[in-house]
T-cell receptor, first 109, second 114 residues
Framework: KNEVEQSPQNLTAQEGEFITINCSYS?????LHWLQQHPGGGIVSLFM?????KKHGRLIATINIQEKHSSLHITASHPRDSAVYIC???????????WGAGTKLIIKP | KAGVTQTPRYLIKTRGQQVTLSCSPI?????VSWYQQTPGQGLQFLFE???????NKGNFPGRFSGRQFSNSRSEMNVSTLELGDSALYLC?????????????FGPGTRLLVL
């Protein structure tokens, strides 16, 4: 079993829909990261969370430490949101980053 | 401020050769991490440097090595290249050691081993 699991693996939605991507982890962490990777390889760090909730524009990230679960939400989705969204956690034992497999999101106009 | 830069952006090598990739972090950043991304394995952690010292190493063979210079620039070397080394190699920098600091990623070096 992977230490970081993301769901769904693939997601296709219509423009304007509310999007939720989930991340569950099984190790002790000191932080959780959400990253976005567009075709071509560029990776952008969206959020770094250790508790609670963060909001940036149409993006919202939440984390529940007790349940070892985080969600990334996109409101009013747009085709330019199409990308791979990656969840990664920093282990509190050795500070190594463990990556989820990513969620490929396609938003259709 | 300029972002993280990686050179070269694209590279084609043959099996058995060696390759050196370079990463220049954002000015002032002292931590550099390297990752390998392949379609089958996703993102895999290679190593992490801070102030010229390797602080963490992933589960890769000894053919993969790296170093960091006093100006925080980092190089990664892969010797005796194998076909399976074909991947996107990403470098990320942060002010101090993660996780306290957000990492900023470079555009990557795409390596193709023939």
């Amino acid at each position: 079993k992977n230490e970081v699991e993301q769901s769904p693996q693939n997601l296709t939605a219509q423009e304007g829909e509310f999007i939720t991507i989930n991340c569950s982890y099984s190790v002790g962490i000191s932080a959780l990261h959400w990253l976005q990777q567009h075709p071509g390889g560029g990776i952008v760090s969206l959020f770094m969370l250790s508790s609670g909730k963060k909001k940036h524009g149409r993006l919202i990230a939440t984390i529940n430490i007790q349940e070892k679960h985080s969600s990334l939400h996109i409101t009013a989705s747009h085709p330019r949101d199409s990308a791979v969204y990656i969840c990664a956690v920093t282990m509190d034992s050795n500070y190594q980053l463990i990556w989820g497999a990513g969620t490929k999101l396609i938003i259709k106009p | 401020k300029a972002g993280v830069t990686q050179t070269p952006r694209y590279l084609i090598k043959t099996r058995g050769q060696q390759v050196t990739l370079s990463c220049s972090p954002i000015s002032g950043h002292r931590s550099v991490s390297w990752y390998q991304q392949t379609p089958g394995q996703g993102l895999q952690f290679l190593f992490e440097y801070f102030s010229e010292t390797q602080r963490n190493k992933g589960n890769f063979p000894g053919r993969f090595s790296g170093r960091q210079f006093s100006n925080s620039r980092s190089e990664m070397n892969v010797s005796t290249l194998e076909l399976g080394d074909s991947a996107l190699y990403l470098c990320a920098s942060s002010l101090a050691l993660p996780p306290q600091e957000t990492q900023y990623f470079g555009p990557g070096t795409r390596l193709l081993v023939l």
